[in-house]
């Protein structure tokens, strides 16, 4: 499995000269790209971190943010994106927990790393306004640098996203880098993505949705196209303007663009393929986007954080009213290690009340939480995340009667 520099450098091979990202003015092509990426990780070691030390960042979907992700990936630094709009209690629980090497923020993000006290006992980076003692982004990838280079393999940790924190403090989630490349493989797959897609990049890139977006357009020489703040009248003109082909969204978003009074004349026809995640959708909201859009795919995501992903249903219309749910799905989530779904395999009688999972089998599993005594442990399977999956028996898979697996 290659680590995600190495898929990189592929991406540039391959399509040097096709656009890779979209903010604003600045349109950048894979080449052009790959020339900020490889300043940013002289810049990055101009500040002294060190491959497995992390770098908390606090951004909206921007070029910049999307630049630092893959220079991280290059650096071997592990990049911890977190939510723009945490206070500055919360930036210490993260700065904290994480053990931060430096945090990176953004003018909507300032006030609460002013209010931070670990904050300012770490190189802090700016994109907008800096504040004396910070270091401007810009002061990072100006200048021609020698080609970045990937500095560790595919095990060595990638990112680490934090949960929401609904039944306790957030928890970081560590993903290495074999895990993304698999999981964002596996979202082509599910997705049909094809050579030169274009997505709209507003899903935060602090979510596993926004990651997963963003490596997927690199493995098909497509392009992300960034939205900052979801806007519903600035989402519908980029889908125009930009030819925008997959929305990858959660129901909310969706439910505000197609009720936006703008979406009637907005020319949406590019857009052939629907993706959400996060949540439920309604019978109604899956009518009207099907009505609206008349999508060549419609796919619900479950289950996408620490799994990638628990379960997907490619027809999401014919499910309406509940996510995903493994006991009625036509895919699960991939093992390099269970057999290949086929249609040959026997049916059961009757139709299965669910479908048995070892989550840690799947290649694109996380490996447990940090800072955590004991590790989270699946409901379903018994196993902790951090099992490896050498140890574990082979996964049972039970049809749902009449399904197409």
């Given at each position: 499995?290659?680590?995600?520099?190495?898929?990189?450098?592929?991406?540039?091979?391959?399509?040097?000269?096709?656009?890779?990202?979209?903010?604003?003015?600045?349109?950048?092509?894979?080449?052009?790209?790959?020339?900020?990426?490889?300043?940013?990780?002289?810049?990055?070691?101009?500040?002294?971190?060190?491959?497995?030390?992390?770098?908390?960042?606090?951004?909206?979907?921007?070029?910049?943010?999307?630049?630092?992700?893959?220079?991280?990936?290059?650096?071997?630094?592990?990049?911890?994106?977190?939510?723009?709009?945490?206070?500055?209690?919360?930036?210490?629980?993260?700065?904290?927990?994480?053990?931060?090497?430096?945090?990176?923020?953004?003018?909507?993000?300032?006030?609460?790393?002013?209010?931070?006290?670990?904050?300012?006992?770490?190189?802090?980076?700016?994109?907008?306004?800096?504040?004396?003692?910070?270091?401007?982004?810009?002061?990072?990838?100006?200048?021609?640098?020698?080609?970045?280079?990937?500095?560790?393999?595919?095990?060595?940790?990638?990112?680490?996203?934090?949960?929401?924190?609904?039944?306790?403090?957030?928890?970081?989630?560590?993903?290495?880098?074999?895990?993304?490349?698999?999981?964002?493989?596996?979202?082509?797959?599910?997705?049909?993505?094809?050579?030169?897609?274009?997505?709209?990049?507003?899903?935060?890139?602090?979510?596993?949705?926004?990651?997963?977006?963003?490596?997927?357009?690199?493995?098909?020489?497509?392009?992300?196209?960034?939205?900052?703040?979801?806007?519903?009248?600035?989402?519908?003109?980029?889908?125009?303007?930009?030819?925008?082909?997959?929305?990858?969204?959660?129901?909310?978003?969706?439910?505000?663009?197609?009720?936006?009074?703008?979406?009637?004349?907005?020319?949406?026809?590019?857009?052939?393929?629907?993706?959400?995640?996060?949540?439920?959708?309604?019978?109604?909201?899956?009518?009207?986007?099907?009505?609206?859009?008349?999508?060549?795919?419609?796919?619900?995501?479950?289950?996408?954080?620490?799994?990638?992903?628990?379960?997907?249903?490619?027809?999401?219309?014919?499910?309406?009213?509940?996510?995903?749910?493994?006991?009625?799905?036509?895919?699960?989530?991939?093992?390099?290690?269970?057999?290949?779904?086929?249609?040959?395999?026997?049916?059961?009688?009757?139709?299965?009340?669910?479908?048995?999972?070892?989550?840690?089998?799947?290649?694109?599993?996380?490996?447990?939480?940090?800072?955590?005594?004991?590790?989270?442990?699946?409901?379903?399977?018994?196993?902790?995340?951090?099992?490896?999956?050498?140890?574990?028996?082979?996964a049972t898979f039970s049809s749902p009667a009449g399904s197409t697996t």
């Amino acid at each position: 499995m290659l680590d995600l520099g190495l898929s990189f450098l592929g991406s540039v091979a391959r399509d040097p000269n096709a656009l890779a990202v979209v903010d604003g003015e600045l349109r950048l092509t894979y080449g052009q790209w790959y020339r900020r990426i490889s300043a940013l990780v002289a810049g990055l070691d101009s500040l002294g971190l060190a491959p497995g030390e992390r770098v908390v960042t606090a951004l909206q979907n921007r070029w910049e943010a999307a630049t630092l992700h893959w220079a991280c990936q290059f650096a071997g630094v592990i990049v911890t994106p977190v939510n723009w709009r945490s206070t500055a209690g919360e930036l210490d629980f993260f700065l904290q927990d994480a053990e931060a090497k430096a945090v990176v923020y953004e003018e909507t993000s300032a006030a609460a790393i002013r209010g931070s006290q670990l904050s300012a006992r770490l190189p802090r980076i700016a994109l907008d306004s800096v504040s004396p003692g910070d270091t401007p982004f810009a002061a990072l990838t100006d200048g021609d640098r020698p080609e970045a280079r990937p500095r560790v393999n595919a095990e060595a940790r990638s990112v680490m996203l934090y949960t929401s924190g609904t039944t306790a403090r957030p928890k970081g989630v560590p993903r290495r880098q074999r895990a993304e490349r698999a999981a964002a493989l596996a979202h082509v797959a599910q997705n049909l993505y094809g050579r030169g897609e274009r997505t709209l990049g507003v899903m935060p890139l602090y979510h596993t949705m926004g990651v997963r977006s963003l490596l997927a357009m690199s493995l098909v020489g497509g392009a992300f196209i960034c939205l900052r703040r979801f806007d519903a009248a600035e989402a519908l003109r980029l889908i125009a303007t930009e030819r925008v082909t997959n929305l990858y969204l959660v129901p909310t978003l969706y439910h505000d663009l197609v009720h936006h009074p703008a979406f009637a004349e907005a020319d949406t026809h590019s857009v052939r393929k629907l993706g959400f995640a996060g949540a439920p959708m309604t019978d109604g909201l899956l009518k009207k986007l099907q009505a609206a859009f008349r999508p060549d795919l419609f796919v619900n995501h479950y289950g996408s954080s620490e799994i990638y992903t628990f379960t997907i249903e490619q027809n999401a219309p014919a499910k309406p009213g509940r996510p995903a749910a493994p006991g009625s799905i036509r895919w699960c989530a991939w093992s390099s290690s269970a057999p290949i779904p086929s249609t040959s395999w026997p049916r059961p009688a009757k139709k299965a009340r669910s479908l048995h999972f070892l989550p840690a089998m799947n290649p694109s599993t996380a490996t447990g939480v940090v800072r955590t005594p004991t590790p989270r442990r699946s409901a379903r399977a018994g196993i902790s995340l951090a099992t490896p999956a050498s140890s574990i028996p082979m996964a049972t898979f039970s049809s749902p009667a009449g399904s197409t697996t």
